[in-house]
Each structure stands twice: as C-alpha cells, then as structure tokens.
C-alpha cells in the first residue's frame, strides 16, 4: 500500500472535496478490460478463489431467533443450497441441504421450524447439529458408520446479527479477521434497535461485478437519479465526502446536500427525519461516519466479495449480489429502520423506503446494456474516473485474488 497522497486528492470545486481515511492501494489507473465481467472461465476461477475463499453474508439472526428455526438458501455460487438452523443448544449452524444417503433436499421449505431434518426420500433422521441419528433399516447397510454420514457443513459464525458461512470448514482465517478494521468502525451501531421493513430481490443478467458497480460509486447518481434522489442532479455528489480501504474491503462516506428546495411531501421527511434526508447532527452516531466529515450522509459499506452494508442514522440497508453465472445475478436489498414514535417519523421511513425503492429500479435499468455491451466485444473495456475508486477496488481485489495474490 501507499502513503494517501494527501489528505485531499481530488479537489473537485471549493466547497466539496475528497479524502481518504487509509492508504491507498497501488491500484493503477488505467481502464478496466471486459472479460472479467464476460468470461466463463474467469467466472469459475471466482468461484473457487474468490467466493470459496471469504466469508459470505447470508441472513440475520432475527431470521431464526429459536432452537429448531432455520431457513434455506440457494447458492449458485456453490452449487449448492445451504440450510442455516439454530440448534437446541442455541448455536447457528450451516449445511449443505443435502440428504448423505442419495442427496435429496433435506429442507424444501424456504424457511420454518423443526425438531430435526427427516428425509423426504428414504427416512434417514438428522439432527439440528448435523448428526445422523436413524436409518430405516441400517442393518442392510454393510460397514455402516453412522459418524461418518453426518450433513456436510459449512463455517458459520456471526457479527452483529449478520450469519455468515465461509465453504471451507475451517477456514484459515477466522470471521473477525477477515472482517477486520471495517467491521471494527461499525461496531457500536445500533443493529439490534432496527426493524427489518422492506426486501427488494431482482435477477439481473449481467455480471455479479456490474450490479455491484453501481452502489459504490455516485458519479451516476447525479444524472440517473436526478429526479428519484432530492438534490441529486447536482455534481458535487459525485464525489465522495472520504474513502478508506481495509484489504479487500471498502468504505465510501456520501455527501449530504442541504441547500435543496424540498417538495411537501420531502419537507415533512426532513422535518421528522429519522431515515434518509437527515441533517448530519441529528442521531445516535455510533458506528458512522468514521472519517468524521462534515457534510456527512451516509456510509457505503463494502465487505469483499458481495455484501453490502449502508449505514445512516437510525437506519441501514444491505445488499448481497449472488451470481449465478458469468452473466447472471440475482440480487437482494434489505431495508432496517429503527422503530419510528411518531407518526411523522413513520411517514419519514416510508417516503425515503419509497425513495430507495425507486432510485434502485434506475439502478437496475443500466446493468444488462452494459453487459451486452461488453459480451458484444464492441466496448472492450471500462474507462472509469477518479470518483469511481472504489469501482477499481472491487476490480484489482477480485483480479488478485483469482490470480492467487491475495495477501
Ligand atoms: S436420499 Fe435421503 S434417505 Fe435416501
Ligand atoms: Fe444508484
């Protein structure tokens, strides 16, 4: 890594300038080429250097609160569905939904309650942990040992509510580590005091890379948004207030625009302002804004390689971008509020999920023409600017780790 160049780097007017938080990687500047977000083999190089090599954001634990609680997800990526259960001794737990005996799909539901997993097929017993504990007729099986067929697992353990899985076992680096020093700058946030209020899934066919792209940079924001986001035609957003680099991690803190004229139904949000349009000093701060600017938003927070987690004041969102091909994505955004008291704050939460909502389906609008611009082999590769780092980041750290030069 380099030194950060200055605490300022890109004066972009007199009001309104970028830093960075951290050094900066030596990252290059040059363009992007096309096949990684087109080849077939760079895709199934990801997979097995990239997304069997980190830990992986796939639920929360309000999801599955009791013993025997649990809730399937299908892992593309993985090929492979995975079941997450909460045991009678209270421990989250990770499984390949797959029966030992001949792999049928132990849980078929997408979520519920159990007391153990019996197979649909042939009868075989599972317990929350994983065990095998009956096999009609077990004698017919020669040789049998029982410890041996119990359900393949996966790593699983949790921060802050968030459940992870890492494919191998016992990965060499532990959750904590792995999430480092960005998960450190959002520890104090209020996670447990916020209420899951809206999901938004879209399967998109572009590459896992290009769905990402488009929430970690603003530069679109100021055009594309221009009427879903109040202010957002002005270009000063484009920049980001400060950026910080943890490894393959990112974190990008938004400029809050203040000098806007507000519609009616904008001016009683900000008035009550307990979600999007807030004024910086107004909240419970743990946990944001680390590099402490002054026009502060809001913090995009980027765990390598796929999840997402966007925190404000009183309120945060997540996305997770699951391919499932070198073209194909399916994406998921998650919305949390804190509880609103007053009417006014309800209305507040509301007219920005209503907000968010709109300005995510621009956001999905640009993806598969890109895509098809980039498989057509007429644009051979991505110019990006200065406003769009944390773009190259997520590029450089995915080409190094699919290259085996992941530090
Ligand atoms: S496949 Fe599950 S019991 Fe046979
Ligand atoms: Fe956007």
Redesign the pocket.
């Given at each position: 890594m380099n030194a950060p160049q200055s605490p300022v780097r890109f004066p972009f007017s007199p009001r309104h300038a970028m830093k960075f938080g951290t050094p900066v990687p030596d990252m290059g500047t040059g363009p992007i080429p096309a096949e990684s977000v087109t080849s077939a083999e760079y895709f199934e190089r990801e997979r097995e250097q990239v997304f069997k090599q980190a830990w992986l954001q796939v639920g929360r634990v309000e999801e599955i609160p009791n013993p025997g609680d649990y809730f399937t997800r299908e892992l593309h990526v993985f090929k492979s569905n995975i079941v997450v259960v909460r045991g009678k001794d209270g421990v989250v737990r990770a499984f390949h939904n797959m029966c030992t005996h001949r792999g049928m799909a132990l849980a078929t539901e997408p979520c519920g309650n159990t007391r153990g997993f019996t197979c649909e097929f042939h009868g075989w017993g599972f317990g929350l942990d994983g065990s095998l504990q009956a096999v009609p007729a077990i004698e017919s099986f020669p040789d049998f040992d029982k410890g041996k067929l119990g359900l393949k697992a996966l790593a699983c353990d949790t921060w802050n509510g968030f459940i992870f899985v890492h494919w191998n076992r016992q990965p060499a680096q532990s959750l904590a580590d792995f999430m480092g020093q960005l998960a450190k700058d959002m520890d104090g946030f209020p996670f447990d005091k916020c209420q899951h209020i809206a999901h938004y899934t879209a399967r998109v066919k572009a590459n896992w890379k290009l769905c990402i792209d488009?929430?970690q940079e603003a530069y679109?924001?100021t055009y594309?948004?221009r009427h879903a986001i109040p202010g957002a035609g002005d270009l000063e957003l484009a920049l980001p207030t400060s950026v910080r680099f943890y490894g393959p991690h990112r974190s990008v803190s938004c400029w809050l625009k203040t000098d806007i004229q507000p519609t009616p139904a904008e001016a009683i949000a900000y008035k009550h302002g307990s979600f999007g349009f807030v004024k910086a000093d107004q909240g419970d701060s743990r946990g944001l804004n680390p590099s402490g600017d002054e026009s502060w938003w809001f913090d995009i927070n980027v765990f390598f390689p796929n999840f997402f987690c966007d925190l404000g004041r009183g309120w945060y969102f997540t996305y997770n971008f699951w391919p499932v091909s070198e073209n194909d994505t399916i994406w998921n955004m998650n919305i949390y509020q804190v509880q609103a008291d007053t009417a006014g704050d309800r209305l507040a939460q509301e007219f920005t999920r209503i907000v968010l909502r709109d300005?995510?389906y621009?956001?999905m609008s640009t993806m598969e023409y890109s895509q098809k611009a980039f498989d057509s082999g007429v644009i051979t590769e991505q110019t990006i600017g200065d406003t769009e780092i944390a773009m190259r980041h997520q590029y450089w750290v995915a080409d190094e780790w699919v290259n085996g030069r992941r530090p």
């Amino acid at each position: 890594m380099n030194a950060p160049q200055s605490p300022v780097r890109f004066p972009f007017s007199p009001r309104h300038a970028m830093k960075f938080g951290t050094p900066v990687p030596d990252m290059g500047t040059g363009p992007i080429p096309a096949e990684s977000v087109t080849s077939a083999e760079y895709f199934e190089r990801e997979r097995e250097q990239v997304f069997k090599q980190a830990w992986l954001q796939v639920g929360r634990v309000e999801e599955i609160p009791n013993p025997g609680d649990y809730f399937t997800r299908e892992l593309h990526v993985f090929k492979s569905n995975i079941v997450v259960v909460r045991g009678k001794d209270g421990v989250v737990r990770a499984f390949h939904n797959m029966c030992t005996h001949r792999g049928m799909a132990l849980a078929t539901e997408p979520c519920g309650n159990t007391r153990g997993f019996t197979c649909e097929f042939h009868g075989w017993g599972f317990g929350l942990d994983g065990s095998l504990q009956a096999v009609p007729a077990i004698e017919s099986f020669p040789d049998f040992d029982k410890g041996k067929l119990g359900l393949k697992a996966l790593a699983c353990d949790t921060w802050n509510g968030f459940i992870f899985v890492h494919w191998n076992r016992q990965p060499a680096q532990s959750l904590a580590d792995f999430m480092g020093q960005l998960a450190k700058d959002m520890d104090g946030f209020p996670f447990d005091k916020c209420q899951h209020i809206a999901h938004y899934t879209a399967r998109v066919k572009a590459n896992w890379k290009l769905c990402i792209d488009a929430f970690q940079e603003a530069y679109h924001a100021t055009y594309l948004h221009r009427h879903a986001i109040p202010g957002a035609g002005d270009l000063e957003l484009a920049l980001p207030t400060s950026v910080r680099f943890y490894g393959p991690h990112r974190s990008v803190s938004c400029w809050l625009k203040t000098d806007i004229q507000p519609t009616p139904a904008e001016a009683i949000a900000y008035k009550h302002g307990s979600f999007g349009f807030v004024k910086a000093d107004q909240g419970d701060s743990r946990g944001l804004n680390p590099s402490g600017d002054e026009s502060w938003w809001f913090d995009i927070n980027v765990f390598f390689p796929n999840f997402f987690c966007d925190l404000g004041r009183g309120w945060y969102f997540t996305y997770n971008f699951w391919p499932v091909s070198e073209n194909d994505t399916i994406w998921n955004m998650n919305i949390y509020q804190v509880q609103a008291d007053t009417a006014g704050d309800r209305l507040a939460q509301e007219f920005t999920r209503i907000v968010l909502r709109d300005t995510v389906y621009e956001d999905m609008s640009t993806m598969e023409y890109s895509q098809k611009a980039f498989d057509s082999g007429v644009i051979t590769e991505q110019t990006i600017g200065d406003t769009e780092i944390a773009m190259r980041h997520q590029y450089w750290v995915a080409d190094e780790w699919v290259n085996g030069r992941r530090p």
